[in-house]
């Protein structure tokens, strides 16, 4: 790119817009979403092109090849050597090109175009009771073409076998614009079918004049990926162009529709947890289990899955899946198994429930973000992520990689598919410094050495990329190596289609995509505690692993990450594109313009800030908080939008406008509120919430003059009166006091001024003080100062009052989480601010800590509803889930997001995605409900979202119990 001459990159663009029908961008926004994949590599591309079809794919190549630029063909962007990065032009097929042509149950085949998700194709499979075999962890957003291109693999490979197993036959492109079908067997002259004239002469004559070579270059093992399965065109095997096609990383030609075959998997499956002393022992152990017909026999050791519940006692584990046609069968196949293990063993669980099962799955498969901190939250990085050697080596080989290791004073955490030798690691690889990056070169080398001696390969799944083709010498030789060369000349003798990976390879320690990062933090509002304060450190946790990007439920019900990809499908909508294009804000080559970038600022704009990476990311990105930080200089000595000052500086308008409640509701049905709205920045298609004409607080001084509810001996908690309680949903909290008055608990609202110390006189104060806040409606608009300056009240406020270890009962779970993180990260040098969030507690959590033997009332209706993507990413909802339980409330809550989210789904523009939001998993739900089920919805946002769509009232959970105490309800003050 750096030799293209203006001119020359404006002609380029132009012929691309001419010649293709799908997306061209060269816009710096889209480029650097696509700059880095989950490797440690970045490369800039040029351009992105998302092709409609197969016409348009041979359209790009044609305008790339008459101008002499690459191509890079991209799926999911999961891959881990870095092969889905490069300069040029990214094709990226996930926009379009991602149609299930055909299933075809009889023969057991699909075909399919390479931007198909994984889970989308077993989906559709699964209505045939079929799947297809290779499952990567990445299921849930990887793509087919992304899966042939590097031969992915998965659990279930010791059953199912390779990408390469299930792949019939493969129709590509080659950079010259040739069409290739290629399937297996030969023509009457002993060449490939499905070639054209040039490559049928060119591939037969390569592989006759080097069958010797051929025939006894390559290692056996399952888990062989690294470099061309050349040995797949030989006679005796068959000559399977497709099989040696698949694997080859987009450098020979870019596929545009694949046959791939599918299996029947067993109609019921128990899982066998085995534990063992050590990892040494479980790798050991694995390969004699094969014997007994597992799907799976997965190792994970106890630094990797933490507190894990469900587990049996041990330092590693192995997972061992058994199938059978009934429940019975398969746990009765896992029993013998156990059995059969036994003498090895520290303790052994069979898991049959499938929910248990993916509770256990789900460690598994976060296991490539989680791998990337180590347990005392140092970063660690692939590079070494799934060499593989004979099963039977295993326990060897990882005696000796651990022993390399310690001599390199590097540490990782090993995992992944032991059945087959296959071993993904995270290492903590400095790769900041210099002396950091000639240790990983160094460490490398070594390691590409024992991988060898132990008659392994380099790459057991995810191919080698940039990350270990340098090192193909070592495994094959240089006469092998050079016949790879030929092979790739043969197929693109221009170099034409993804240079630098596999063959012509660049160093392993080229393009790191740390070199463009600032060596010193940057100077931020957020305090980053899990990040040392470096905000380069918080961005860096996405490692492009893309949990994401998952479009379906089935990963986990209660997952809300991420709701603005869902209802977008478009990756810098994504958690993963927003932290990309952060990167490259701070790397300055792409995105130039610091904290004031409009990409990033567009990009952040349809964040709904529900903080649900913070708990769903295996790497914990809170982008919420990413979002505050970017607002806050984005709009630093600016004009802010107008919803800024309208509904992030809510509470002082609420509180203003309290005395004038019945004029202000009777004006917000007339015609003036749509101007009033258009002023405020605030969506046209959204009514103006009613205001409560006797706030909460009022409700409360009134109350207490009259002495109710004064119990001198009950426990005395402290219940915050949060801004939409107060003005917008004073019910909430009348019902939360008549619940935990009945608990036999005290509740006292704080006061709104600093308690005076003893024998100091108050000073003049106006009638009506401005209540406290949280901070919650200034952080998500980035308003920092004025979040500080009304933290900082707060604790002057709270911080005397709770130090006797009094609990902070918080009923908006949107203020709760804000307590309980935003204020000690924003405040981080005032230790006030982490005592305060350490007292704070959500209802159920009061009732269940406080008055545990308290019986609430019978409810004994079904629920429905959404649990709060704050109390989900921040809090925790197990209390809230045994409270609804103990009273009568069956069923559980969906997860995702309502799509308000605060101001969100109140801002002009907004309204489209919102509605999207709340389709996607609450209205379903509701819709589904009996006419007699319970909506609960905690949050005033779910509730007023549920108003707005749907026209049923949701309710807090308080207020339920408050009802069933047999007590009527005040009216709500409207």
């Keep these: 790119m750096a030799d293209r001459t203006e001119s020359?990159?404006?002609?380029?663009?132009?012929?691309?817009?001419?010649?293709?029908?799908?997306?061209?961008?060269?816009a710096a926004g889209d480029r650097a979403l696509m700059t880095m994949d989950a490797s440690n590599y970045r490369r800039v591309p040029e351009a992105v092109v998302a092709p409609r079809d197969a016409e348009d794919v041979a359209a790009a190549l044609r305008v790339c090849r008459a101008h002499g630029v690459p191509v890079v063909p991209r799926g999911g962007g999961t891959s881990i050597a870095g092969q889905a990065t490069g300069v040029g032009v990214v094709l990226d097929f996930t926009r379009h090109l991602r149609r299930i042509v055909s299933l075809d149950a009889a023969s057991r085949t699909a075909v399919v175009q390479p931007g198909v998700v994984l889970d989308d194709l077993r989906a559709a499979a699964g209505r045939h009771g079929l799947t297809f075999g290779p499952d990567p962890s990445t299921h849930s957003r990887c793509t087919l073409g992304g899966m042939i291109g590097n031969n992915s693999c998965g659990s279930h490979s010791v059953a199912w076998g390779t990408t390469a197993d299930s792949v019939e036959e493969l129709k590509l492109l080659t950079y010259a614009g040739e069409e290739v079908r290629a399937g297996r067997g030969t023509d009457a002259g002993g060449a490939p079918t499905g070639l054209p004239p040039r490559l049928r002469d060119g591939v037969r004559a390569l592989v006759d004049g080097e069958l010797a070579l051929l025939r006894t270059g390559y290692p056996e093992l399952p888990r062989r990926i690294s470099g061309y399965a050349l040995d797949a065109l030989l006679p005796e095997r068959g000559?399977?162009?497709?099989?040696?096609?698949?694997?080859?990383?987009g450098t020979l030609g870019v596929l545009t529709e694949a046959t791939v075959r599918l299996v029947e998997p067993p109609a019921a499956r128990a899982l066998a947890v085995l534990g063992y002393p050590d990892e040494s022992a479980a790798a050991e152990a694995a390969h004699t289990l094969?014997?007994?017909?597992?799907?799976?026999?997965?190792?994970?050791?106890?630094d990797l899955v933490g507190d894990a519940a469900g587990l049996p006692k041990g330092g590693a584990w192995l997972f061992v899946e058994m199938g059978g046609a009934s429940r019975a069968e398969a746990v009765a196949r896992a029993d013998a198994l156990c059995r059969a293990a036994a003498d090895g063993l520290t303790g052994h669980a069979v898991i049959a429930e499938p929910a248990g099962q993916r509770a256990l799955w789900r460690v598994r498969e976060d296991a490539s973000g989680t791998a990337t901190r180590m347990p005392d939250?140092?970063?660690?990085?692939?590079?070494?992520?799934?060499?593989?050697?004979?099963?039977?080596?295993?326990?060897?080989?990882?005696?000796?990689?651990?022993?390399?290791?310690?001599q390199h004073g590097l540490r990782g955490t090993p995992y992944g598919h032991f059945g087959d030798g296959c071993i993904h690691v995270r290492i903590?690889?400095?790769?900041?410094?210099?002396?950091?990056?000639?240790?990983?070169?160094?460490?490398?080398?070594?390691?590409?050495?024992?991988v060898v001696a132990h008659g392994g390969s380099l790459s057991g799944e995810h191919g080698d990329g940039q990350a270990r083709a340098e090192l193909l010498p070592k495994m094959y030789g240089d006469e092998l190596v050079g016949v790879?060369?030929?092979?790739?000349?043969?197929?693109?003798?221009?170099?034409?289609?993804?240079?630098?990976?596999?063959?012509?390879?660049?160093?392993?320690?080229?393009?790191?995509?740390?070199?463009?990062?600032?060596?010193?933090?940057?100077?931020?509002?957020?305090?980053?505690?899990?990040?040392?304060?470096?905000?380069?450190?918080?961005?860096r946790r996405c490692v492009g692993v893309a949990k994401c990007r998952t479009t379906s439920a089935h990963s986990g019900a209660s997952d809300v990450m991420c709701p603005s990809f869902r209802?977008?499908?478009?990756?810098?909508?994504?958690?993963?594109?927003?932290?990309?294009?952060?990167?490259?804000?701070?790397?300055?080559?792409?995105?130039?313009?610091?904290?004031?970038?409009?990409?990033?600022?567009?990009?952040?704009?349809?964040?709904?800030?529900?903080?649900?990476?913070?708990?769903?990311?295996?790497?914990?990105?809170?982008m919420a908080t990413y979002k505050a930080e970017f607002l806050h200089h984005h709009y630093e000595g600016r004009l802010r939008p107008a919803a800024h000052y309208a509904m992030g500086r809510l509470p002082q308008w609420l509180h203003a406008a309290a005395p004038a409640a019945p004029v202000l509701n009777a004006l917000a049905r007339t015609p003036l509120a749509a101007p009033a709205k258009r002023l405020a920045g605030i969506a046209a298609e959204r009514p103006i919430p009613a205001l409560a004409t006797e706030p909460f607080t009022r409700w409360w001084r009134r109350r207490r003059r009259t002495g109710a509810g004064e119990q001198g001996t009950a426990r005395t908690v402290l219940l915050w009166a949060d801004t939409f309680t107060t003005y917008l949903s004073p019910e909430v909290g009348r019902a939360a006091v008549r619940v935990l008055e009945a608990a036999g608990l005290r509740p006292l609202l704080p006061p709104t001024t600093p308690p005076r110390a003893e024998g100091v006189r108050p000073l003049p104060l106006p009638r009506r003080r401005s209540p406290l806040c949280c901070g919650l409606t200034y952080v998500s608009t980035g308003q920092l100062d004025q979040a500080r300056t009304v933290m900082r009240?707060?604790?002057?406020?709270?911080?005397?009052?709770?130090?006797?270890?009094?609990?902070?009962?918080?009923l908006e779970p949107s203020c709760a989480a804000a307590l309980r993180t935003d204020l000690p990260e924003l405040l981080a040098d005032d230790p006030r601010a982490a005592r305060v969030a350490r007292s704070v507690r959500t209802f159920a959590q009061a009732l269940e800590e406080l008055a545990p033997d308290w019986q609430p009332p019978r409810i004994d209706r079904p629920a429905v509803g959404q649990t709060h993507c704050h109390q989900h990413a921040v809090l925790g909802e197990a209390a809230e889930r045994r409270l609804r339980e103990r009273a009568g409330l069956e069923g559980e809550l969906t997860g995702g997001c309502c799509g308000l989210a605060g101001n969100f789904g109140f801002e002009r523009g907004h309204y489209d995605v919102s509605v999207a939001c709340a389709d996607d998993r609450l209205l379903p739900a509701v819709r589904q409900a009996p006419a007699h089920a319970e909506l609960l919805a905690d949050g005033f946002s779910c509730r007023t979202q549920l108003d707005h769509l749907t026209g049923r009232r949701g309710r807090h959970l308080a207020e339920v119990l408050a009802e069933g105490l047999g007590e009527k309800a005040s009216p709500p003050g409207r």
Aim: with cysteine; hydrophobic share 40%.
């Design 290 to 302: 094969l014997p007994h017909g597992p799907l799976t026999v997965e190792g994970m050791a106890a």
């Design 567 to 622: 209802a977008t499908g478009e990756e810098q909508h994504s958690t993963r594109g927003r932290a990309r294009l952060l990167h490259e804000m701070l790397a300055g080559e792409v995105v130039t313009d610091g904290w004031r970038s409009e990409e990033v600022r567009d990009a952040l704009d349809l964040c709904l800030s529900c903080k649900g990476c913070r708990s769903d990311c295996p790497v914990g990105v809170d």
């Design 793 to 810: 009240r707060t604790l002057d406020v709270l911080d005397p009052l709770l130090r006797d270890g009094r609990p902070l009962v918080v």
């Design 377 to 406: 939250g140092s970063e660690a990085w692939p590079g070494w992520e799934d060499c593989a050697v004979p099963p039977a080596r295993l326990g060897p080989y990882l005696r000796d990689f651990r022993s390399l290791l310690a």
């Design 484 to 539: 790879f060369g030929k092979f790739k000349t043969l197929w693109d003798p221009s170099a034409g289609l993804n240079p630098g990976m596999l063959v012509r390879p660049a160093r392993l320690d080229d393009n790191l995509r740390f070199d463009v990062l600032p060596r010193r933090p940057v100077p931020v509002e957020f305090g980053y505690p899990h990040d040392d304060g470096d905000f380069s450190a918080a961005v």
């Design 239 to 249: 000559t399977d162009l497709a099989r040696a096609l698949t694997g080859s990383e």
């Design 428 to 450: 903590d690889f400095d790769l900041l410094s210099h002396t950091g990056i000639r240790q990983f070169r160094d460490f490398s080398y070594d390691l590409g050495e024992l």
């Design 8 to 26: 020359q990159r404006r002609e380029l663009e132009k012929e691309l817009a001419a010649a293709v029908r799908g997306e061209v961008s060269f």
